[in-house]
């Protein structure tokens, strides 16, 4: 099949470029245009995989790049995504998750109607919010954003629903859960734990208590394809997350078990020397996602065991 990935620099749309490429599929990708961006997550796949230079936040410019590409399926995953800088920019998350998904679902409408090309678009877990019980998420929740960032993906969320309901538009959305694995970028919470402690520093876990689930990479890109090949699921959307709740401070000591990291080493309570801050009263308690869902109707299931992904991540992080 003819794919387009926006966001094919980022975490996910490189690894599921891979799969894509693995499996046979034609994969083209949005690149935005920013000065001196850092394409090194996808150094291997340029020449297999086409790269158009599109500003997803401009209506023209993805309109004309889809009109070249002609895909049968676009995998929406093109966003700004650390939740507590969506704090301090909130504007850029804005113009970037919300005008960027409109654009990318009527250029697709405008130019191939709304049954031709199968939209698979990235949500989150974080769009549920602060519930008012914690145990595992459904899908029949309210939406209760608690940060600019999940504001934007519910915007998302309810826009391409609109859409289906409107015009039965040929969508699918999955809200996953966090995701570990990345090769490229430490700023995120596992890859934090596991770079500084493999250096031996001081490790801050500024919220102990919060719970969240796990997924290894290859887990969450399994959950897009199954998506892209089941056609039954238009408008549907989708839970994919690992089940089990950990609190931080579970999940850290998990990792220092794994490197033998002393837990002397470790602040609970405390959050790193400049890190950027967020609302207490955004804090979100427990996430947990229920994915039933898209076991029984995808046939999706978590393949690989946390500690086995957390093996490979460690294994990569200390060459």
Known sequence: MKTLVTGITGFIGSSLTRKLLEEGHEVSG???????????VIEDLKKYASLSTCDIRNYSSVRDSLRKIEPDVVFHLAALSPVRLS???????????????????EAIRDL??????????????????????????TEDLSLEPSSPYAVSKAHLDMYLRMLNKVYDFNAVIMRNSNTFGRKFDKGFFTEYLITEMLKGREIYIGAPNSV??????????????LAMKTPEVRGEVFNVGGGEGYTNREWALKIADLLNFPESKTHFGEYPPGYPSR??????PY??????KAKRILGWTQTVPLEEGLRRTIDFWKK
Not at 30 to 40: L, N
Not at 112 to 131: C, D, F
């Open 287 to 292: 996430l947990v996602l229920d994915a039933s």
């Open 87 to 105: 704090f301090e920019h909130p504007l850029e998350v804005q113009e970037s998750n919300v005008i960027g998904t409109v654009n990318v679902a």
């Open 30 to 40: 949005f690149v935005q245009p920013v000065i001196g961006r850092d394409k090194g």
């Open 279 to 284: 609302p207490i009263s955004s804090d979100q």
């Open 112 to 137: 191939y109607g709304p049954e031709k090309v199968r939209l698979v678009a990235a949500s989150t877990a974080e769009v549920y919010g602060i519930q008012p019980e914690n145990k595992p998420f």
């Open 212 to 225: 969240r689930d796990y997924m290894y990479v290859d887990d969450h890109v399994s959950g897009y394809l």
